[in-house]
T-cell receptor
Framework: DAGVIQSPRHEVTEMGQEVTLRCKPI?????LFWYRQTMMRGLELLIY????????DSGMPEDRFSAKMPNASFSTLKIQPSEPRDSAVYFCASSPRDRSNQPQHFGDGTRLSIL | AQKVTQAQTEISVVEKEDVTLDCVYETRDTTYYLFWYKQPPSGELVFLIR??????QNEISGRYSWNFQKSTSSFNFTITASQVVDSAVYFC?????????????FGGGTRVLVKP
């Protein structure tokens, strides 16, 4: 079975540019999560969706970040304009239901470098 | 608020030694779930195990074992007879019930280096 698919795997861009990260969750999973991993802050939850609806976006750092889930099989995380401090690995994860006992399955991540 | 603490930042062992990773958590939920994830050098996060707060039975899976003690709010993880392929960062995580859904709170991770 296909796991969570993220693209691109690596992204290098200049400060001020728009960055769009993409995620395809596991088919049939109803919950989708975006995380950011840095050395300083570890793994942080940015936002999560349940049945395509954003449930909690309290982790989104600022207005430059936005996330959408137009359908059950696709989500985007956008940064506009990007800044060097946004450099991190961004993970997407999905789980079968919005229940606390469900393990989340992670994609391979997008390594983002803002110059 | 929930919190997960992994006090050990890095552990280095020689192959075939046992390794125990500590995890201490804080939560006000009466029902909660604990997880361990592995992040190998390639970078992906791999789910290893989930435990329920109402089931304190310890578990063994191959060379992996987990010790859940509610009285001390700990969920420790042991790798027996470690191998070089066990080298990775291991994360403990917690999710609670209620409105939090299945939001995960992660610990800071413990890097395990197994030397041949």
């Amino acid at each position: 079975d296909a796991g969570v698919i993220q693209s691109p795997r690596h992204e290098v861009t200049e400060m001020g540019q728009e960055v769009t990260l993409r995620c395809k969750p596991i088919s049939g999973h109803n919950s989708l999560f975006w995380y950011r991993q840095t050395m300083m802050r570890g793994l942080e939850l940015l936002i999560y969706f349940n049945n395509n609806v954003p449930i909690d976006d309290s982790g989104m750092p600022e207005d430059r970040f936005s996330a959408k889930m137009p359908n059950a099989s696709f989500s985007t995380l956008k940064i506009q304009p990007s800044e060097p401090r946004d450099s991190a690995v961004y993970f997407c994860a999905s789980s079968p239901r919005d229940r606390s006992n469900q393990p989340q399955h992670f994609g391979d991540g997008t390594r983002l470098s803002i110059l | 608020a929930q919190k997960v603490t992994q006090a050990q930042t890095e552990i280095s062992v020689v192959e075939k030694e046992d390794v125990t990773l500590d995890c201490v958590y804080e939560t006000r939920d009466t029902t909660y779930y604990l997880f361990w994830y592995k992040q190998p050098p390639s970078g992906e996060l791999v789910f290893l195990i989930r435990r329920n707060s109402f089931d304190e039975q310890n578990e063994i899976s191959g060379r992996y074992s987990w010790n859940f003690q509610k009285s001390t709010s700990s969920f420790n993880f042991t790798i027996t007879a470690s191998q070089v392929v066990d080298s990775a960062v291991y994360f403990c995580a917690l999710s609670g019930g209620g409105a939090a859904g299945n939001k995960l709170t992660f610990g800071g991770g413990t890097r395990v280096l197994v030397k041949p």
